[in-house]
C-alpha cells in the first residue's frame, strides 16, 4: 500500500500544470439569465432569485456576472 501511495504522489507532483477553457463567448457576444423561484417547507415559504450574464470582451476573454 505504501509503495501505491509513493507512485500516485510522485505522478501528481511531477505532472505539469494545465490550462482550460470550457467555452468563450464570442467577442461582443452575450447571453444573459434570470431566474424566481418560490419554495415553501412546511410553513416556511421562501423567494430566491438569480440573475447572470455572459459577455465576449475579446475573442479569448469572457467576463461572468452572478448575483
Given at each position: 500500500?505504501?509503495?501505491?501511495f509513493a507512485?500516485?504522489?510522485?505522478?501528481?507532483?511531477?505532472?505539469?500544470?494545465?490550462?482550460?477553457?470550457p467555452?468563450v463567448?464570442d467577442?461582443?457576444?452575450?447571453?444573459?439569465r434570470?431566474?424566481?423561484a418560490?419554495?415553501?417547507?412546511?410553513?416556511a415559504?421562501?423567494?430566491?432569485s438569480?440573475?447572470?450574464?455572459?459577455y465576449?470582451?475579446?475573442?479569448?476573454?469572457?467576463?461572468?456576472?452572478k448575483?
Open positions: 500500500m505504501r509503495g501505491l507512485q500516485l504522489f510522485k505522478a501528481a507532483t511531477l505532472a505539469s500544470a494545465a490550462s482550460a477553457a467555452w463567448r467577442e461582443a457576444g452575450w447571453y444573459g434570470a431566474l424566481l418560490h419554495d415553501t417547507l412546511g410553513n415559504n421562501g423567494w430566491r438569480d440573475l447572470y450574464a455572459e465576449g470582451l475579446t475573442k479569448d476573454w469572457t467576463v461572468t456576472g448575483s
